[in-house]
């Protein structure tokens, strides 16, 4: 079983940036995607990014629009989620999610994804 460990977000001000980590431990080499979710108050969870992690191709919802950037470090078992010109809409609790499917898969889609990070609270205040 693939556990993910967040660290990273934060309050930060309009503009802003913060960076989000998720380590893997465990069976790590079984994971060809990891994504990126995240969940404001009052709002069903949705996807941000995701990254195949064999070929580093990435997937981005559309409100990302450049703001954003996945990474994922193969030595260090570890996912990045970049933010940059960070905005109040975009605070939320975060979520890295890890996926070993290789058929069938959609980036966006929740139950594609096989485990969770316990989250982190990214705030954004104007």
């Known amino acids: 079983q693939v556990q993910l460990v967040q660290s990273g977000g934060g309050s930060v001000q309009t503009g802003g940036s913060l960076r989000l980590s998720c380590a893997a431990s465990?069976?790590?080499?079984?994971?060809?995607?990891m994504g990126w979710f995240r969940q404001a108050p009052g709002k069903e969870r949705e996807a941000v990014g995701t990254?195949?992690?064999?070929?580093?191709?990435?997937y981005y919802a559309d409100f990302v629009n450049g703001r954003f950037t996945i990474s994922y470090d193969l030595g260090e078992n570890t996912a990045y989620l970049q933010m940059n010109d960070l905005k109040p809409e975009d605070t939320a609790m975060y979520y890295c999610?890890?996926?070993?499917?290789?058929?069938?898969?959609?980036?966006?889609?929740?139950?594609?994804?096989?485990?969770w990070g316990q989250g982190t609270q990214v705030t954004v205040s104007s």
């Open positions: 465990a069976y790590a080499s079984r994971i060809n995607f």
């Open positions: 999610a890890a996926s070993g499917r290789k058929y069938r898969f959609k980036w966006y889609e929740e139950r594609d994804f096989d485990n």
């Open positions: 990254i195949y992690t064999k070929d580093d191709t990435k």
